[in-house]
């Protein structure tokens, strides 16, 4: 087909002009290659953002920043997008906010079409200037003017198109001037038909796209073309059609599984690949072992049966087939992470009728060593405490996590962060038959019945015998974006009444496009991340089921566990294990110092931001291989490679940070909905002689140690080890690393959606389901980084607290991160104080900065200036405050009384006195008297922290006189 007219938008006029045959695709592929990368010369400190309000509008708010603002285009006729520097920018939107206008900030590496381009643009014009441009032989619409080219494009014109405004809503007007009535957009993602019919708002205009990512292909394509079709366009059906193959081919209705090849090594020219043989589900009879009979077997027998049961957990865990699994291989080796360690675990126990510690899996054993100690295991007699009576009537159905959470909602509602996810549904679901999954999902797991009344200050379970309504469909199909943003958004961070509303409410909002928008909220005093892939699982199967769904009932409820959990806590169990938090969290507990970009309030507040990057799959790669050869996990390997990070920011040897667990340590409890997860504390020292894999060995059994103790709950942790409560911060860490991996429907895309926002993806029957980016959260930390393994490469997200640090402070710190993997990936022996966190460019600069050397004749100090000017203008006022004021003389007089103290006391050159005191006329004297006695001050805000204060003192070398 020929269009009539064309037109790009930004980048896109290029494909525009190579189309009407302005410039050919080889040298229109150089112009783009060229343009990407001189604008990745430039430096990285703009920003861009949409502004719903008219160019008339956004100019006023530009108007002071001349040079570092420009209008970069005018998409509609109510949306603006302004470009330039970053902090210039972030001034512009706090006046747009102020005025309640509402504005979107763009995810961009640069600020295009703005003053901050016109450094290569002449580079560009040279370089452009060898192409031989020809005039559109289709007409085409330029970016610049919004008018038809009249001419060809020339080299001038292309370099200024990177510079000027993309004027596209006065380009759609002119088409429609032109009389166009048909606008059909090139792409699988089309975004420019929104903009275009609000440019000009028409029923008599049809806006038609070629593809949408959202929808399956064939029906938008075929849609559009009908709607052309019927509108006089003439199409070459003959051409259309040819190369189709319309054989029918048999499909099985099941969904196809991921197959693996495994290649030998190459031999010469020669490679044999075969595919992997299919993992079959184990059959009931697999989980049957009976202990008495075992015993009465030989050992050789005692082995063997071990043996199969183990490889058949393994393969079913690492899905591996069985005849590939090395024995001698360690399960790290194997690609074992400490996720699929924990359903390795539970399998086994559950297989045998055992208990093992997850250390013995984390240590990294091979097959020989699994089955050695599941025979120890197996001939271990059964120790069960027996229950007393009396104290199983005094045990709360509450976990002391649900506890913790229910007194933390008292305190402050807003504190909780919600347990979330949005995906956003192409074509309308089956309403009918969602709702009787909800319902029968409600039925299934306690914890979706269940509210929290208080009685005399304490928390009560209430467990509903009819389960309420958890779901309901919403029309938002009369909001735009921005409205359902808000809407979503509030949503999301609604406050949940713990006594008489549903605490997992599941909303399907319809919009205006025919799709709908699915959205999960759970208050987490009911639910975590591995609950909320359970639900999603069963969900799942129970809408997919073609009539009568059914699933096996839950063995256990979360009330159950609670008991049995708070029961053993009482008992040998618990003073086990508290014992072990004892001795890690002795003595002074270091509170981390790192830097923040506005004062620290008085009281924590949990407002947060999330910034997300990929981690380059070659850096990956060679991570998951240091780990191996290390006999580690990846998680552990991130774990310490983000305590390195914070060593480097803070100087202390002494950290602390905190990693969730899943506390579902039985296998009773792997099905169960509720609040499991369970932070633990991985406090280690860091020498920065040391080397990164030697600080990689010695952190690796502190975490294995940590997690074979997690049972313990953390909140009952703190309150029998009362910790320094600081007001203004979360007790014993303040940073959290969290290694995210679904232990189901990981490969539908769960993991990704939880690190990397907007690329997950979910099912529902043969429905696909992109994740939506969720931007603000709650946080309970300062920071949370957290990281998942990707289809190509690491996540990581990085959630912060905005009353504590700016966007480009959290960008800055995950680029660091990457900086230090890169280093760890380049050589993982070096020493861990000489790992380079900069870039190229950085060091650069910093040398430059760095370039200060000068030659003075004289310099005289500035206390001897001050005597001087004592001297010669005794009776004049030296310093003013607050209404008082001292002459120069009387400051001299007073400071040398100090300098002398001083001086008696044991102060010289070499010393550094600390001083802490408000603003006042005394500060002045006691630095001008330290000074005279040729020592350095150290100045102390007294309304820091006390341990701020003590740090500061103890780094400075600082003494006492």
């Not at 520097?85 to 600020?111: G, N, P, W």
């Amino acid at each position: 087909m020929k269009p009539d007219y064309l037109i790009g938008h930004s980048i896109g006029e290029y494909v525009a002009a190579c189309i009407s045959g302005v410039l050919n695709l080889k040298d229109a592929l150089k112009l783009v290659a060229l343009r990407g990368k001189l604008m990745y010369t430039l430096p990285q400190d703009g920003d861009m953002a949409a502004i719903f309000a008219d160019e008339q509008t956004v100019s006023r708010y530009i108007i002071d920043y001349t040079g570092d603002v420009s209008i970069a285009g005018m998409n509609d006729p109510k949306n603006t997008v302004i470009s330039g520097k970053k902090d210039a920018v972030q001034e512009i939107l706090k006046k747009v906010e102020a005025d309640k206008i509402q504005f979107r900030l763009l995810k961009v590496s640069h600020a295009f079409h703005s003053p901050l381009m016109e450094p290569i643009l002449s580079e560009f014009e040279k370089v452009a200037g060898e192409i031989e441009y020809n005039k559109p032989k289709i007409p085409l619409i330029s970016n610049i003017s919004g008018t038809l080219h009249q001419q060809a494009p020339d080299a001038a014109y292309w370099a200024q198109h990177i510079r000027q405004a993309v004027r596209f809503t006065q380009g759609i007007k002119t088409l429609d001037e032109l009389g166009c009535s048909l606008f059909l957009e090139v792409g699988p993602h089309p975004a420019l038909i929104g903009m275009g019919r609000n440019s000009v708002p028409s029923d008599n205009i049809f806006w038609l796209p070629s593809l949408n990512r959202k929808q399956k292909d064939w029906d938008v394509l075929t849609a559009s073309l009908g709607q052309l079709y019927v509108n006089g366009f003439n199409f070459d059906w003959k051409e259309f059609d040819a190369g189709f193959n319309r054989n029918k081919l048999e499909l099985p209705t099941y969904p196809f599984q991921r197959e693996r090849f495994w290649a030998d090594p190459i031999n010469g020219h020669k490679q044999n690949i075969e595919p992997e043989e299919q993992i079959e589900e184990k059959p009931e009879s697999a989980h049957r072992f009976n202990r008495d009979d075992f015993l009465t077997l030989s050992a050789e027998e005692q082995s063997k049966i071990i043996k199969e049961i183990i490889l058949s957990e393994v393969s079913q865990v690492l899905r591996i087939p069985r005849n590939k699994i090395d024995l001698q291989k360690s399960f790290t080796q194997l690609g074992m992470d400490s996720i699929m360690a924990i359903e390795l675990k539970n399998n086994i126990e559950r297989a045998l009728n055992i208990e093992i510690e997850i250390s013995a899996l984390l240590a990294g054993p091979n097959i020989d060593d699994l089955i050695q100690i599941s025979l120890n295991a197996v001939f271990e007699e059964d120790t069960e405490e027996e229950i007393d009576p009396e104290l199983e009537k005094k045990l709360s159905s509450l976990s002391h996590g649900q506890q913790a959470m229910w007194f933390q909602h008292q305190l402050s509602a807003s504190s909780i962060y919600n347990l979330v996810y949005a995906v956003r549904v192409p074509t309308a679901l089956d309403i009918e038959k969602l709702r009787i999954a909800m319902s029968i999902m409600v039925q299934r797991h306690e914890v979706l019945r269940t509210n929290f009344k208080t009685v005399e200050g304490k928390a009560q379970l209430i467990v509903h015998k009819e389960g309420p309504s958890i779901f309901e469909v919403s029309d938002t199909s009369d909001l735009d974006n921005s409205e359902f943003h808000t809407h979503l958004k509030t949503e999301i961070n609604k406050t949940f009444d713990l006594e008489k509303e549903p605490l997992t409410q599941i909303k399907l909002f319809k919009r205006p496009d025919g799709s709908q928008v699915f959205l999960y909220v759970a208050h987490h005093i009911i639910s975590d991340m591995w609950s909320f892939v359970i639900f999603m699982d069963e969900l799942n199967k129970l809408y997919s089921a073609s009539e009568n769904p059914q699933l096996p009932e839950p063995s256990y409820t979360f009330a159950q566990f609670a008991k049995k959990m708070n029961r053993q806590l009482a008992g040998p169990f618990g003073e086990k294990h508290f014992k072990f938090w004892q001795d890690q969290l002795s003595g002074e507990l270091p509170i981390l110092n790192f830097p923040t970009d506005t004062p620290r309030p008085a009281i924590q507040t949990y407002q947060g931001q999330t910034e997300t990057i990929k981690i380059d799959p070659a850096i990956s790669g060679k991570l998951k291989k240091i780990a191996e050869e290390n006999g580690t996990t990846l998680y552990t390997l991130l774990l310490a490679a983000f305590k390195v990070l914070l060593f480097r920011y803070s100087g202390q040897s002494d950290l602390i940070i905190g990693t969730p667990t899943t506390g579902r340590t039985k296998p009773e409890y792997a099905g169960i909905l509720g609040y499991f997860v369970n932070p633990v504390a991985i406090r280690s020292n860091i020498e920065g002689e040391n080397s990164f894999l030697n600080y990689l060995s010695a952190i690796k059994s502190t975490i294995v140690n940590a997690l074979d103790h997690q049972d313990y709950p953390f909140n009952l942790l703190v309150e029998k080890i009362k910790p320094h409560r600081d007001p203004s911060r979360s007790p014993v860490f303040q940073m959290m690393f969290v290694y995210q991996r679904a232990h189901l429907l990981h490969d539908s895309g769960m993991t990704a959606a939880s690190v990397s926002e907007g690329v997950g993806q979910m099912r529902l029957g043969d429905i696909t389901m992109e994740s939506i980016a969720i931007d603000d959260r709650v946080v309970p930390f300062d920071m949370t980084l957290l990281m998942a393994e990707l289809e190509t490469g690491m996540g990581a997200s990085l959630q912060y607290n905005t009353g504590l640090f700016t966007r480009e402070t959290a960008i800055n710190f995950l680029n660091r991160f990457q900086f230090l993997l890169a280093q760890i990936v380049e050589n993982p022996e070096q020493r861990i104080n000489k790992i380079n966190l900069l870039s190229k460019e950085e060091e650069k600069t910093i040398t430059e900065w760095n370039k200060t050397d000068r030659v003075y004749s004289s310099v005289l100090p500035v206390h001897k200036i001050f005597e001087n000017m004592a001297r010669k203008h005794a009776e004049k006022r030296a310093v003013v405050y607050k209404g008082e004021s001292l002459t120069y003389a009387l400051l001299n007089q007073q400071a040398n009384k100090i300098a002398n103290a001083l001086i008696a006391n044991g102060v010289n050159v070499d010393s550094i006195v600390a001083i802490s005191t408000e603003r006042s006329l005394d500060m002045i004297v006691g630095v001008m008297g330290i000074l005279k006695a040729g020592a350095g001050y150290l100045p102390l805000d007294p309304t820091y922290p006390l341990d701020r204060i003590k740090y500061m003192i103890k780094d400075s070398g600082t003494k006492l006189y």
